[in-house]
């Protein structure tokens, strides 16, 4: 098992930006891809971003690409994510999520076995 520890939300201007870092530990040797998801009020888990823990492909939503990037950090070891021009529509918890197996799939919550506590990203306008 792989634990997850979020970090970075807050509350931040629409146009602003936010910096969150997700810190894996436990069994990290067996981690394939990692990625965020988000979950606003009465809507369901959304992916955001993913990327393989050991490559450079990333993946994002629509809906962030351009404004979001994430990127791993190999000196605090951690996957981070870089939010941009932030919007009131992105405020929402933010999950960090790890895969222990290697799948093509990268924007399905059903695909990740290891998830953190979320973090709180408020936009205001």
């Known amino acids: 098992q792989v634990q997850l520890e979020e970090s970075g939300g807050g509350l931040v201007q629409a146009g602003g930006s936010l910096r969150l870092s997700c810190a894996p530990s436990g069994r990290t040797f067996s981690v394939d891809a990692m990625g965020w998801f988000r979950q606003a009020p009465g809507k369901g888990r959304e992916f955001v971003a993913a990327m393989r823990y050991t490559g450079v492909n990333t993946y994002y939503a629509d809906s962030v690409k351009g404004r979001f990037t994430i990127s791993r950090d190999n000196v605090k070891n951690t996957v981070d994510l870089q939010m941009n021009n932030l919007k009131p529509e992105d405020t929402a918890v933010y999950y960090c999520?790890?895969?222990?197996?290697?799948?093509?799939?990268?924007?399905?919550?059903?695909?990740?076995?290891?998830w953190g506590q979320g973090t709180q990203v408020t936009v205001s306008s």
């Open positions: 999520a790890a895969r222990t197996y290697y799948s093509d799939a990268y924007r399905y919550a059903s695909y990740y076995n290891d």
